[in-house]
């Protein structure tokens, strides 16, 4: 019984730990919109499809609501989204890519789902060669966005 509980511990411990490197977040020197106007620099100059940028505090606001500055960018790049929507046209449902950037108590903050949450949720293999490359993409492009 106790070796029981020691294997569900550690199961519930793994998973945790997996859940939390899914989501990956990084710090900013710059103010939201700043940030924000890096981020789309970076994703227009390496060539891919900015969709939207939405305005959170906006839509907040338009219905008498608070919320700190907090923006998402909408974009993708169909040479790569498209291989991944190959392996499984559910994996639409995360993309385009995501990426918000918000003031986290004075702190802006760039967040983003990792890739490898695509592998997890979707028919797709974790070492699938595009998703090391949108990894790769979307972590030079936040690092952009953060650049000083």
């Known amino acids: ?37 890096q981020l789309v620099a ?28 907090t923006q998402a960018l909408i974009f993708g790049n169909p040479k790569l989204g498209t291989l991944v929507m190959q392996a499984d046209q559910a994996a639409g449902l995360d993309l385009p890519l995501r990426v918000v950037v918000f003031d986290d108590n004075g702190q802006t903050t760039v967040a983003y789902h990792a890739p490898a949450r695509l592998a997890q949720d979707h028919d797709i293999p974790g070492d699938a060669e595009v998703l090391a490359k949108i990894t790769g993409a979307l972590d030079k492009l936040t690092g952009a966005a953060i650049a000083e």
């Not at 859940?19 to 106007?37: C, E, G, Y």
């Not at 994703?43 to 500055?69: I, N």
């Open 1 to 37: 019984m106790k070796a029981l509980i020691l294997i569900m511990t550690l199961l519930a411990t793994a998973t945790t730990a997996h859940a939390a490197d899914l989501l990956i977040r990084k710090a900013s020197p710059h103010s939201v919109d700043q940030t924000m106007n």
């Open 42 to 69: 970076a994703v227009e100059g390496a060539g891919a499809t900015v969709f939207a940028r939405v305005d959170h505090t906006a839509g907040a606001a338009s219905v008498d609501l608070d919320l700190p500055a």
